[in-house]
């Protein structure tokens, strides 16, 4: 079964940091284009970034609200996707999902996981 | 960045209704749009890609049409299990970015 969990999640002060972690089973991690989207209380979904593949240099992009403080990055010989968060704002609270990038590119996100929760209060 | 308008922000249906939900691009997105499906507290589903290509999986009463700027996502009979939040997306450019949603509720 394909399958995506996130991990990492956790209450922190403004200005601080985080790693959440996404684990991925059931399918060749290494082939797929990677994405964190976000989804603060109430409001909908919003891309926070992309990794690309090996093949395509692991590049990344970020959206605007998140460049130059959050990094993606992956362990492709252990199947996770790691998102680093830093000078966080309250903000960034949100239930954060990784999800998988599908089809041939562009890359649609097929695959989602259930998100963890991070809350960014004093 | 490329601007995307869903509408309605929420309907009420029946079951059995058709219902359709539209979403506007900012400018051209050569076709890449897609469709999501998310219940409270669960991970949003893929439904449709490349405009109308049905997620493998998704029952036949989903569709999907347009092109240029404009966009559909068409449930032919609402089913109980239909109930939820749809989003479109734009994956063509970055940053990628997704309509704001339409909630289908019970009428």
């Known amino acids: 079964e394909v399958q995506l969990v996130e991990s990492g999640g956790d209450l922190v002060q403004p200005g601080g940091s985080l790693r959440l972690s996404c684990a991925a089973s059931g399918f060749t991690f290494s082939d797929h284009y990677m994405d964190w989207v976000r989804q603060a209380p109430g409001k909908g979904l919003e891309w926070v970034g992309r990794?690309?593949?090996?093949?395509?240099?692991?590049?990344?992009e970020y959206a605007a609200s998140v460049k130059g403080r959050f990094t993606i990055s992956r362990d492709d010989s252990k199947n996770a996707l790691y998102l680093q968060m830093n000078s966080l704002k309250t903000d960034d609270t949100a239930v954060y999902h990784c999800a998988r990038g599908g089809g041939s590119s562009p890359y649609y996100m097929d695959v989602w996981g259930k998100g963890t929760t991070v809350t960014v209060s004093s | 960045d490329i601007q995307m308008t869903q509408s309605p922000s929420s309907l009420s249906a029946s079951v059995g209704d058709r219902v359709t939900i539209t979403c506007r691009a900012s400018?051209?997105?050569?076709?890449?749009l897609a469709w999501y499906q998310q219940k409270p507290e669960r991970a949003p589903k893929s439904l449709i890609y490349?405009?109308?290509n049905l997620q493998s999986g998704v029952p036949s009463r989903f569709s999907g049409s347009g092109s240029g700027t404009d966009f559909t996502l068409t449930i032919s009979s609402l089913q109980p299990e239909d109930f939820a939040t749809y989003y479109c997306?734009?994956?063509?450019?970055?940053?990628?970015?997704f309509g704001g949603g339409t909630k289908v509720e019970t009428k």
């Open positions: 997306q734009q994956y063509g450019s970055y940053p990628l970015t």
């Open positions: 490349a405009t109308s």
């Open positions: 990794t690309r593949n090996k093949p395509n240099g692991y590049t990344t």
């Open positions: 400018q051209g997105i050569g076709g890449w």
